[in-house]
């Protein structure tokens, strides 16, 4: 069905400006745009008027398919308007899940405030995995410099990027869904960093003691609508090596690459769990901007 202008705009004057509706650094008018632009794989509530209540996107995600072996789909967005009934949220998702049942596996992720929605999640039996939290921080700041043997990712890192990111990140989902298998949850981490290297939008960062890769920070930049952000999009630092400053350093080398690139707004994701994570970004002076919690669904 053709998106309505008109509807969309109502839709969007009428939802709770307390939540967010994809990442804590999506405005409003960013997915209004995204949406626009990009229609596949969109549902939408509608009344007996043809107004929006509600409207619901699903992603195929194929690069996860390729690892996992199965068809994996992600509900970017549920986007209710403010007087939407709880039973007729509760059906659309339902109508989602049926029409997309080609596939083994999908996940969301919602804002953390928002209870009813949550409740349905589980009710409808998605299975509630992590919560995140979103740090930011607005550019530019004073740094103090940083450890002397960061330096710019090359070709011949990657065989380390690759060895520390399949050994990182356990905090993370996948880890906490036992219907992955250890050994492809490694195999996606470790496609990760190599698809991150070759990504003109991506620099990576690494920290070598002895000229040995101890740890990295990927940096993305991301362009939403017309502002541009900076995104760490990976973190790491091998289990021997860590409190000894090296996270904190890599980090600082991020914020100045993308201080470099006038970017302004800055904002990285980490596991509520994941307390050393916290204490480092919280110790540069970064705030948290949103909670978000992440659930499955499998058929």
Request: aromatic residues 14%; proline residues 1%.
């Amino acid at each position: 069905m053709k998106v309505g202008k008109n509807s969309l705009k109502r839709l969007f004057n009428n939802l709770n400006k307390d939540f967010f509706y994809k990442q804590p650094y999506y405005r409003l008018k960013d997915i209004y745009q995204e949406i626009k632009k990009e229609k596949r794989g969109l549902y939408l509530l509608l009344d007996e008027d043809k107004n929006i209540l509600g409207l619901g996107k699903v992603k195929n995600l194929t690069w996860d398919k390729r690892i996992f072996g199965f068809n994996c789909g992600r509900i970017e967005y549920l986007i209710f308007r403010k007087d939407t009934d709880n039973l007729l949220k509760e059906f659309f998702i339902k109508e989602i899940l049926a029409i997309n049942k080609n596939k083994k596996f999908l996940d969301i992720g919602i804002d953390e405030k928002d209870r009813d929605l949550r409740k349905i999640l589980i009710k409808l039996g998605f299975k509630e995995m992590v919560k995140y939290v979103t740090y930011f921080i607005r550019l530019p700041i004073k740094l103090s410099n940083f450890l002397p043997a960061i330096e710019v990712a090359k070709k011949g890192d990657l065989g380390e990027l690759e060895e520390i990111s399949g050994n990182s990140f356990f905090y993370t989902r996948f880890y906490q869904d036992k219907n992955f298998k250890r050994e492809l949850i490694k195999k996606f981490y470790q496609k990760w960093i190599v698809s991150s290297f070759y990504n003109k939008n991506h620099q990576i960062f690494v920290s070598k003691i002895n000229n040995q890769v101890v740890g990295f920070i990927d940096c993305k930049i991301l362009k939403l609508n017309k502002r541009k952000i900076g995104i760490i999009d990976l973190i790491a630092v091998k289990k021997e090596y860590q409190g000894k400053g090296i996270g904190k350093s890599l980090v600082k080398r991020g914020l100045r690459y993308f201080s470099e690139k006038k970017i302004k707004e800055v904002y990285v994701g980490t596991e509520q769990d994941n307390l050393s994570a916290l204490r480092l970004y919280e110790s540069l002076g970064m705030r948290i901007v949103g909670k978000r919690i992440t659930f499955h669904f499998w058929y």
